[in-house]
């Protein structure tokens, strides 16, 4: 008997295949599907138990998000021997969040730095805690102290490349040796930095992660996150990811990956115009710190000089990033008004995109602490930091001068 022809609903659903395509589309492609068809029911309890390669469930796996991560992955191992892989998250806490729930457990102490990100501070303060995992805060440039926090049940050491708002930055090497000798992971928290100002792996680092949601993404319109490093350490994290949910969308996938395409050209111009505004800023009258690890009186202007990239300079100097944290005489109020009295510089969430944007510390991204708390974390009530963006040097220069000039 011929083929009955398929009712209206079926032959809705049952659409032809889209081309198979025998180019490679060089603007990337977005594979959005939440689910595969198989071969066969064996090629689908083949793939489940990883017997055979493939995709089968969108939280499991997916091209898109494999993309992006494999392409950080590059990015990170740039002079590394020995493979690099990558994992991509819905968020950079996401990540953070897996690669702690896999390196930890009841009775664990983590060492982390004393500056983290809020949310990682949170993530450990409040919700680690309470699972029974321990932590010690330190300063990743004291190696004395950091030596003297590591306990036989030290699970990770957890830094950040370069710590907001303060721009102190890691001893990388120092670290690695310490975890090396500890049998522990020192994981990276590279966001400020991204692959085109330091590579932690370089360094000795054994996990690199990201908040893709900053520089990566670069335009302030995705959410992501990313880790790096040998398959021995992200496989696990992986395992977690899948069971915990969050993993990178399609769309955010190809957004971040497009983004990664002019990463260097960004994170050049960005360094570039930093170093100018730090440096046009260090002595204005009204001025009382200028925080950027490029100016030579910054305490680890040496280290950064060590640590951080010199691809593609003019004048072979270190790319030193794209934040500056300005702090006026005056206190909390001077700090406010140096804020309120910009025109070109946003008052903005966020940081690493192309727009230029300011936050004054103390009412914004640490307003839980007080000012002892403050103090201990080297942070003035008046700081405001900027996140360079693209515009004209000059145009923020004069912008931030007349703001300043505004106070006296
Ligand atoms: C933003 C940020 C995070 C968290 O990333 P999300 O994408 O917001 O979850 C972690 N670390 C640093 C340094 C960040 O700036």
Known sequence: MADREKGEYTRSVHLPNPPELRQRPLGGSVVRSAAYVFASAEEYSDLLAGRVEGYSYARVANPTAD???AAV?????ANIDGE??????????????????????TGAHVVAARAVYGGTYALLHRVLIRFGVTVTWVDPVNLDEVRAAVRPETALIWVETIANPTTRLADL???AAIARSAGVPLCVDSTFASPAVCRPLEHGANLVMHSATKYMGGHSDVTGGVIVGPPELIHPVREVRIDTGGFLSPDEAYLLRRGLLTLPLRKERISASALQFATALADHPAVESVAYPGLPRHPDHELAGKLFDRSNRPDGGPRYGGIVTVTPHGGFDAGLALANGLRVALNASSLGGVHTKVSHVASSSHRQLDDAALATAGIRP???????GLEDPDDLIADATAALDGLR
């Open 173 to 175: 090497p120092g670290l």
């Open 382 to 388: 008046g700081a405001v930091r900027f996140s360079i």
């Open 73 to 77: 992955a590059a990015l990170e191992a």
């Open 84 to 105: 690099i892989v990558g994992e991509a998250f819905a968020s950079g806490s996401a990540a953070t969040t897996a690669v702690l729930m896999t390196y930890t457990r």
């Open 67 to 69: 993309a992006f991560a």
